[in-house]
């Protein structure tokens, strides 16, 4: 089994000091050459072992997180311990791309989100899951390892585009629209009427006690909600 690298790509030990290791230095140039060209971590991943390049000393194996981790090692810049392999200027550029590539992938756009939280799977009632491959393509499933998985990609473009449908649907039929009921109803009782009144005169009066009145109007807010009745079932669109 391969071991894992004690000190960073790049670099290995002589005397007792750390020092550049040239086959590895001129590697680390070439993964952020190919990188800012457009090469993709694997891409370049399979490039270092076409060229026989070692990640360890008893390994050729790449992969692209081994990559990834050359192009965001700050040590590369150099420091107190670590000779500079890399001008700075190009390493900022790697990672801006790399970050900016990350978050594009993980982006997800307002409408979306909003939809995200209320999308359910129909057969089971369990709720969908966005997920993105590794290409950044995204795709839908149920979360429920025991439900069906679909056999054509669900997208984003097809999510949204169903609900703009039924949304112009109901735009162009107000009819088809069942609002199953009121949400919430307040009937205020003989109690609450007798509190506001309680705290009008106060705050009518020339000396207000304004400790008083607020502690009044508090009450009052505590009467009043306790005159609201709320249907918790789920309201029928």
């Not at 609450?192 to 009044?216: G, Y």
Request: glycine share 4%.
């Amino acid at each position: 089994m391969a071991r894992n690298r004690v000190i960073p790509f790049g670099y290995c030990m002589k005397n007792g000091e750390i020092t550049t290791e040239p086959k590895e230095v001129y590697a680390v140039a070439e993964i952020f050459r190919e990188y800012l060209n457009g090469s993709s971590l694997l891409q370049i991943a399979k490039l270092m072992e076409s060229e026989n390049i070692r990640y360890t000393e008893d390994s050729d194996h790449w992969n692209k997180n081994m990559v990834k981790r050359i192009i965001e090692n700050e040590k590369h810049l150099g420091t107190d311990k670590y000779p500079q392999i890399i001008d700075e200027d190009i390493f900022n550029q790697a990672n801006e791309k790399r970050i900016r590539k990350a978050n594009t992938l993980n982006l997800v756009c307002d409408d979306l989100q909003e939809i995200r939280k209320v999308t359910y799977c129909l057969e089971c009632g369990e709720k969908l899951f966005r997920k993105t491959n590794g290409k950044g393509r995204e795709y839908w499933n149920c979360g429920n390892p025991d439900c069906f998985k679909y056999e054509y990609r669900l997208t984003d473009q097809m999510i949204i585009g169903a609900v703009l449908t039924v949304l112009n649907t109901a735009i162009a039929n107000s009819s088809l629209l069942e609002y199953g009921g009121e949400i919430s109803v307040y009937s205020p009782t003989v109690d609450v009427i007798r509190q506001q009144n309680e705290i009008n005169r106060m705050t009518d009066s020339a000396q207000i006690d304004f400790d008083r009145v607020k502690a009044e109007i508090f009450r009052l807010a505590e009467l009043k909600y306790d005159c609201c009745t709320y249907n918790d079932s789920p309201q029928k669109t």
